[in-house]
């Protein structure tokens, strides 16, 4: 197969895209589907070996999968036993167990389920999980498993069909993958049966299913309207856009144009620059070594580094991709440790038995405790989640439900119903204001990553805009409570939607309280707490505290105000004269995640804001 200059370059591109959208700068906040553009790369160019192969009568599953073994597994493992190293040095033992399992999971192929199953709502921060980007590498390992053995049958059995079957394969998968970015968000992005249509896009050129234009006039202007797409993509996509369903046909289909276009176009001689093909020649590495990079840098000294630190985290990534592309992934590669096949099997056993060992001590002894004080060690483990009405009654993003369940919502007669509605951060309060008001029966219609106003926000799931349809389409309507608490995680641009509700409870003479933003931090409060223990630093917390919610409490106010409605300031309660407390008066956590109240601080804050109450 002829060597494509202008694909090393493709691929600098969407490393560099990943790489920026993670450190996040704003001009590319899509940058993500970098990894959609390899994707489609990965299905073009194995294709285009496997078919070469075949048709010469030397394709076999041994040889093919040696080569992608010699090719992914090397700088892989380097990179696990590097991050095992700083995780043992840097997380504490609930964190390194769950790293641990993610380490595992990597070495097996696996890194997309595990996190599939692993990762929720209220799971840590991404950058508290630095083998999250291993995502990737278990649906293309995956693919490469499964993709030969399809092949080989298709030959076999239906030699005429095959290109017929690929585009019913690609099909399926694709109308499988915006299915589930609709009601299962999770599985369609982690799954490779929902990413398998973007691998196969690339398969179906390289065998020319896809047809190309002989005309370099056409070819040319394909290939800029192809990077003109995944550009538009890089810039306006933001991370709440559902992955890979609709939204990813643009970056895709960018990529199968530019791929189409060839080397003799504008964009291919544009992609063939030396700048561009060295970072496709590290992207491997450098897409390995960048978010382990990112997570450490972001737990050890915050989110707010700025550009130097921006800059250091990135100059560091190259260096080491630079190395380990020089020395671990091309020798090896290139086959120049003449190891034959069975002792290199042998070879990349043992190396992976032994980068796995670690994780697997880590698993046994419960993350490493002795590592830190038994003080450092309860802190960590002090704060208890947030209770609710029952565990039904704050349904995840993901999800086909269509109604409210059975007991959050079921009035009683000897009291008056009250209605506590909102996300998240709306069921924190649950707890502390049915404390702070026996006399009501507080119902709830909460559910994570739903702002539950009348118009969901934009990027809201379907079953967020489903629930939000019951509730004001039949529920409030039919059964009007008495009293609405509405609260929730206020973010800018929220304020016209807001005010919205309301006004459409003021019209139907419904009492309606809104509930302003909590304080909200880089990490997880007890390990913050934990964290300023180990080090001696009891100011840690107050620096690590993000400052978002200290600008939308007074919008907030002044939207109810606006309205008509009252206000009950959470960061008032939490933060007064701006400095927030980390804990109640007994010591315990006031936030069990990064913002969510304890069950502890919910109880503090239902009291404060019931004593604001009573002043008005």
């Not at 560091?316 to 671990?328: R, Y």
């Not at 049915?434 to 106003?453: I, K």
């Not at 934009?458 to 629930?467: D, S, V």
Request: hydrophobic residues 50%; proline residues 8%; charged residues 15%.
């Amino acid at each position: 197969m002829h060597h494509r200059t202008d694909i090393d370059g493709l691929r600098g591109l969407a490393v560099l895209a990943v790489f920026a959208g993670h450190l996040g700068l704003s001009a590319v906040p899509g940058g993500f589907v970098g990894v959609d553009v390899f994707f489609v790369i990965s299905g073009f160019v194995i294709a285009k070996v496997v078919a070469r192969r075949h048709a010469e009568g030397k394709f076999s599953l041994i040889d093919f999968w040696e080569r992608r073994t010699r090719r992914l597994t090397p700088a892989v493992l380097l990179v696990i036993a590097a991050t095992t190293a700083m995780a043992c040095l840097h997380m504490f033992p609930d964190e390194l167990t769950r790293y641990a399992g993610s380490s595992l999971a990597t070495v097996g192929f696996a890194a997309n389920l595990w996190f599939w199953q692993t990762i929720d709502y209220f799971s840590a921060p991404p950058d508290m999980h630095p083998l999250l980007h291993a995502w990737s590498l278990g649906v293309e390992e995956q693919f490469y498993i499964v993709f030969p053995l399809v092949m080989l049958a298709a030959w076999r059995w239906l030699p005429k069909l095959v290109k017929p079957l690929l585009g019913l394969l690609a099909l399926a998968s694709f109308i499988l993958g915006v299915w589930l970015a609709k009601d299962h968000v999770s599985a369609g992005f982690y799954l490779p049966v929902g990413r398998a249509w973007e691998l196969l896009l690339g398969v179906l050129l390289a065998l020319g299913a896809i047809p190309t234009p002989e005309s370099r006039r056409i070819r040319s202007g394909m290939g800029i309207v192809g990077l003109a797409i995944i550009v538009w993509a890089m810039a306006t996509y933001q991370p709440h856009t559902p992955m890979p369903g609709l939204a990813a046909v643009a970056p895709c289909l960018g990529a199968l144009m530019l791929l189409a276009a060839g080397e003799d176009t504008p964009t291919g001689v544009f992609f063939s620059t030396p700048p561009l093909r060295f970072y496709g020649f590290i992207s491997y590495s450098l897409y390995l070594w960048h978010w382990p990079l990112i997570a450490f840098q972001r737990m050890l000294f915050g989110e707010q580094v700025g550009l130097p630190g921006q800059i250091a985290v990135f100059a560091l990534a190259v260096l080491l991709a630079t190395l380990s592309w020089k020395f671990v992934e091309t020798p090896i590669r290139d086959r120049k440790d003449g190891l034959s096949t069975g002792h290199f099997y042998l070879a990349a056993l043992a190396a992976t038995l032994l980068v796995a060992a670690p994780s697997v001590v880590i698993l046994a002894t419960g993350g490493l405790p002795t590592r830190f004080s038994p003080k450092v060690h309860e802190i960590a483990q002090s704060a208890e989640r947030t209770a609710r009405r029952n565990e039904a009654c704050l349904p995840s993003p993901d999800g086909p439900l269509t109604a409210w369940p059975a007991g959050c919502l079921d009035p009683v007669t000897d009291r008056p119903n009250w209605l506590l509605m909102g996300d998240s951060h709306a069921n924190h309060l649950w707890h502390g204001l049915s404390q702070a008001h026996p006399e009501a029966n507080l119902m709830q219609a909460t559910a994570s990553a739903c702002r539950m106003t009348r118009k969901p926000a934009p990027g809201a799931t379907a079953q967020c805009r489903r629930l939000a349809d019951a509730l004001f389409e039949d529920i409030l309507v039919q059964r009007p409570p008495e009293r609405v608490y509405l609260a929730g995680f206020w973010r800018p641009g929220d304020e016209a939607d807001v005010a919205d509700t309301l006004a459409w409870f003021k019209a139907r003479n419904i009492p309606v309280t809104l509930i302003g933003p909590a304080p909200t931090y880089e990490q997880s409060v007890p390990r913050l707490l934990a964290l300023a223990e180990h080090l001696g630093q009891p100011d840690l917390p107050a620096r690590r505290r993000l400052h978002g919610a200290d600008a939308m409490d007074p919008v907030m106010a002044r939207v109810a105000r606006e309205a008509g409605a009252p206000y009950l300031s959470v960061m008032a309660a939490v933060c007064p004269g701006g400095a927030c407390r980390a804990t109640t008066p007994d010591g315990s956590p006031m936030q069990w995640d990064e913002g969510h109240l304890s069950r502890a601080g919910s109880a503090w804050v239902g009291v404060k804001l019931r004593e604001q109450e009573a002043r008005r």
